[in-house]
């Protein structure tokens, strides 16, 4: 299996930038692709950005397209996520989660690992 340690949540003002890193360890030579979700208070998990380790293929949600950007770094066995522009309305949990597994990116129920998170709050 993988594990995953998510860090560079914090506290930032609307318009501000933050960096999300996540850090694998395990089985990191099999994942087949990293996401990050976001969970906010009383909502359910969403899919807002993805990454396929071959092709290097990208997805991001319509929330989020134009000011977050995901990468890796295969050296480190690393994903980032970054922020720019942040709004209030971004403030949530957020959690890296790698697949194994060659298929569909856009359920949660399709990525085998989970970071514990990492909460993110965008005040006005």
């Known amino acids: 299996q993988v594990q995953l340690v998510e860090s560079g949540g914090g506290l930032v003002q609307a318009g501000d930038s933050l960096k999300l890193s996540c850090l694998a360890s395990?089985?990191?030579?099999?994942?087949?692709?990293i996401a990050w979700f976001r969970q906010p208070p009383g909502e359910e998990r969403e899919l807002i950005a993805s990454?396929?380790?071959?092709?290097?293929?990208?997805y991001y949600a319509d929330s989020v397209m134009g000011r977050f950007t995901i990468s890796r770094d295969s050296g480190t066995n690393s994903g980032f996520l970054q922020m720019n522009n942040l709004k209030p309305e971004d403030t949530a949990v957020y959690y890296c989660?790698?697949?194994?597994?060659?298929?569909?990116?856009?359920?949660?129920?399709?990525?085998?690992?989970w970071g514990q998170g990492t909460q993110v709050t965008v005040s006005t």
């Open positions: 989660a790698a697949s194994l597994i060659w298929g569909r990116l856009d359920r949660a129920r399709d990525f085998g690992s």
């Open positions: 395990g089985r990191t030579f099999d994942i087949y692709a």
């Open positions: 990454i396929r380790t071959i092709g290097e293929n990208t």
